[in-house]
């Protein structure tokens, strides 16, 4: 079968493209759809593309951080005002695939990848999108939800604000294979501080549902309390709650259960 590539020179004629056409795939860094193409996939009969540097643009100057949809890991490692999202980005693939791999296609990848998605879902970023609704913004986590149902749409851009502090933001991948491999879980928490107390917990973790989750029963536990023995053995007692994951060549859903409080106890308490 072949395959019809389309290159644009914007974002916008990009998106007319992917709306009008349920077959069409848009190409990033390709570690996605080429992989779909070169296993057979018979439902992508056009490709498409994009010049605009708008989706390669970096702001990362100020308290709320932007970054375009095709912006590799690659680069992500090579801001230094991206320090609090270097483990995320050092925690997918190889050399390689940083160097190919996009902000915008980590939100479509399925388990056990998708681990960039987990820190987003942590900070509680926002997604811009264009397709035939026009452009808008939502929140990372209706995204995710709505991920298999976002064909014809094109993502510009995701972008979060900046951690108050290096201590705020915590990140872990539990892979067997390292640093490349596919993700047994992974977790991401964003705990900010008032007076002593947590103030805006959120909690995500990959590989332990069929997308990126919140682990809402476990911030629960957090909010509103110090960050002390007796509270994140609470959270990480709570970890489980309203997950569903999956048998996999990396795990069974039984071992992911019994790992995640395990892993969420040593993050919180900064444990290596």
């Given at each position: 079968m072949a395959v019809t590539v389309k290159t644009f020179s914007s974002a916008t004629e990009a998106a007319g493209a992917l709306s009008s056409d349920r077959s069409a795939r848009y190409l990033g860094g390709g570690t996605l759809v080429m992989r779909a193409l070169n296993e057979g996939d018979v439902s992508i009969s056009t490709v498409v593309r994009a010049q605009d540097q708008t989706l390669i643009r970096i702001d990362a100057s100020g308290?709320?951080?932007?970054l375009g949809a095709g912006v590799t890991f690659a680069r992500v490692l090579a801001e230094r005002d991206l320090a609090f999202l270097h483990a995320p980005a050092r925690s997918i693939g190889g050399p390689a695939?940083?160097?190919?791999?996009?902000?915008g296609g980590n939100l479509f990848a399925p388990n056990p990848y998708g681990d960039f998605a987990v820190a987003l879902l942590a900070l509680d970023a926002t997604v811009a999108m264009q397709g035939g609704f026009g452009s808008r913004d939502i929140p990372i986590e209706e995204f995710l939800q709505a991920r298999d149902r976002q064909a014809g749409t094109l993502v510009l851009s995701v972008s979060c604000t900046r951690p108050a502090s290096t201590e705020a933001f915590r990140y872990r991948k539990i892979a067997r294979i390292k640093p490349k491999g596919g993700s047994v879980i992974t977790l991401a928490a964003h705990l900010p501080i008032s007076g002593g107390r947590i103030a805006g917990a959120r909690i995500a973790l990959g590989s332990m549902a069929p997308t990126q989750i919140r682990a809402r029963a476990a911030e629960r536990a957090l909010e509103g309390r110090s960050l002390d023995t007796a509270t994140i053995a609470a959270a990480a007692s709570a970890a489980t709650e309203g997950t569903s994951p999956s048998d996999n060549a990396l795990g069974s859903a039984w071992y992911?259960?019994?790992?995640?409080?395990?892993?969420?106890?040593?993050?919180?308490?900064?444990?290596?």
């Open positions: 308290p709320r951080i932007t695939v940083r160097n190919m791999g996009t902000v992911r259960r019994e790992i995640v409080g395990v892993h969420l106890r040593r993050l919180l308490s900064g444990q290596e």
